[in-house]
């Protein structure tokens, strides 16, 4: 099953409901049914962890899952399924104990604040009709946040000698797009392109899957990312121990950091001076829940705290997004430790994007590399990794701007476009709209493969209209670095196990 974009980008939270049944046989196991709100949900990752035993499976064609050999302990078991996730904590307390925990999907409802996602929505024409692509800009909230992107797009198809791209504001959003540049990239039909967040174009044509892919808790995810399939790492590991009273007092006095992460190893050809990082991810729909649920905390005051962020430096806010883990940040352990690389910029929640950095591993003398990718509770899903060390490629690059605009507050607005200047696009309101038409490229002709990216840059604000009093007494728990991330760990880790507890697993 496949959740496809709706407006609004409802959500989806998975809990636990555990019916017990015992039964004493040769063996312990666990195992039970995986349903959601249209019956059976096949092909769901189901996940189990204990002190002793760390394992991972697939839900069958009916929904069924199963653990077999289980010792005695205490188990958490996590399930998920697209967006959908959610945990329950059990324990096995005799030898050949069978216990059956069945899995039900459910839908919270919506932020008050409205709709889901963020930036805008870009689509290409293909001949017939318009395909979604995805986000672009994505994060940048503020004029000071404004940045430059770099999507990959398909579909888009030259129709009577020239491009055509729409660009929408779909969301309770003002959106402002400073360029719209489209890059044609000629290349060999063996090699594929990506620019980097920083503009530069990067060729790989051997990428490589990983070695291993360790969570936390020490379960080999790297079926997961062998290959681009909607079967994501979730960064949503929670800690071994129950919701207990003590527990939360001991989080109250010893903070547990809400940071989640995954370490993957590659293997390195000796004379490697230098890699390119392919991965697919995007940002989870529980990351946009969270922020919206963050700046309902300031009620009536929001629009007054976003204009004060608005005049703090460029690097102070980007400093605290990889504080609290907001971008998927990149380590390579070297002999001293783990060296920070670089990070992803945020892409958002409705499709996965491709994305590539550049890796100098000159001073780098290993025969495997071992990368951790670390983020925030849940913030992000992680599809696909590889490691390429084929040498760069030279290929043919054009860049072109939009001709024309079609549909309202198009005056003037091709030209806005084309430079990095103070004229910008705007979409003030929901259903506001332009699709950009650019002339056809002759690197369409002759042999190769041609590629297209859009080069856009731009920034958007949020709509809030709130009447509620500011919750000053929790905001003052988010000066604390890390605070961040562990109010998405907390908050999911209530939800979760509040569901499961209500629903009688306690036997």
Known sequence: MKYKRIPGKVMIVAFLTLGCQKEIVNEAMISGTVRDDGGIASDATVNLYSRLENSSTISDVNGAYRFKHLPRGDYKITGFKSTATGTVLTQINTDGEQLIANITLSIPPPPSTGGG???????????????????????????????????????????????????????????????????????????????????????FSKPLPPLSALSPLGVDYKPFLQKSDEHSYLFNEEPLKAPSLINKLTDLMFPQSGMNSLIVTFNKPKDAQHANLVVKAKNSNWSVLLWHQFTELFGD?????????????????????????????????????????????????????????????????????????????????????????SEQVSCQVERISPSELLGKNNENAAGSLKIDDSLYLSHLNNGDQNVLIYPASPLTIGSGTTSYILHSKGYYEQKVNSTRTPDYLTLLTFLRPGAFAQYSLNHFSELSHGSALASGQDR
């Open 301 to 389: 005051y929001f629009n007054t705290w976003r204009k004060e962020q608005s005049l703090r430096p460029t690097d102070e806010l980007l400093a605290w997004r990889e504080r609290e883990g907001i971008p998927m940040m990149v380590y390579l352990e070297t002999n001293t430790g783990w060296e920070y690389l670089d990070c992803f910029n945020m892409v958002g929640s409705v499709v996965s994007r491709e994305m590539i950095m550049s890796l100098n591993l000159s001073k780098y003398k290993g025969a495997k590399l071992k990368l951790k990718f670390e983020c925030a509770f849940m913030f992000w899903e992680l599809d696909y990794a590889a490691m390429d060390y």
């Open 117 to 203: 996602g963020s930036c805008p929505y870009i689509y290409t024409f293909n001949g017939e009709s318009y395909v979604f692509n995805g986000d672009i800009y994505a994060g940048a909230i503020y004029p000071n946040l404004e940045r430059n992107d770099y999507t990959s797009l398909h579909d888009l198809n030259p129709v009577n000698g020239e491009y055509r791209i729409k660009i929408a504001n779909e969301l309770q959003e003002r959106q402002y797009t400073n360029i719209a540049e489209l890059l044609v990239v000629k290349h060999p039909n063996n090699v594929h392109v990506l620019f980097d967040k920083y503009g530069n174009l990067q060729t």
